[in-house]
């Protein structure tokens, strides 16, 4: 599958979409210098490479620093996770209390659907959702 519009396929952003909307959390890897990078692009941040590849996220990362947002009904959790593949992703952290949500924090990607399909966060460690 061709992830570059110039040879006629989707652009990275539908790419991504589409495997979301399927449970499917994938990364891109460069093929020049094996950097990982999100969101999508056309090419790698750390090289300006376009040679890059698709491959399923281990869904495994740390908080690297978390807000909670505080609203009249509601207060959520805004995170910046990093993952084990080296990418640096914003998303939430669930299934503990927003104030909870702890700097190194192991964390595990699952994919809810509200109803669009997202990627969101939970403890390695108990807090289930
Ligand atoms: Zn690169």
């Known amino acids: 599958m061709s992830t570059d519009p110039r040879f006629g396929g989707p652009g990275p952003d539908e790419v991504w979409r589409t495997a979301l909307d399927e449970g499917r959390f994938l990364l891109q890897h460069c093929r020049t ?6 969101p999508p692009a056309m090419v790698c941040g750390a090289c300006g490479s376009s040679d890059l590849e698709w491959k399923e996220a ?7 620093s978390a807000t909670t947002v505080r609203e009249r009904d509601n207060s ?14 914003m998303s939430s952290v669930g299934g503990v209390a927003p104030d909870e949500v702890r700097i190194g924090m192991e964390v595990r990607a699952r994919i809810v659907r509200e109803p669009e ?4 966060f939970e403890p390695k460690e108990g807090g289930a959702w």
């Open 76 to 89: 959520y959790n805004v995170s910046l996770i990093d993952l084990a593949e080296g990418a640096r992703m």
């Open 58 to 64: 281990s869904g495994s990362g740390k908080v690297y």
């Open 33 to 38: 210098c094996h950097a990982c990078r999100f």
């Open 117 to 120: 399909a997202i990627v969101l």
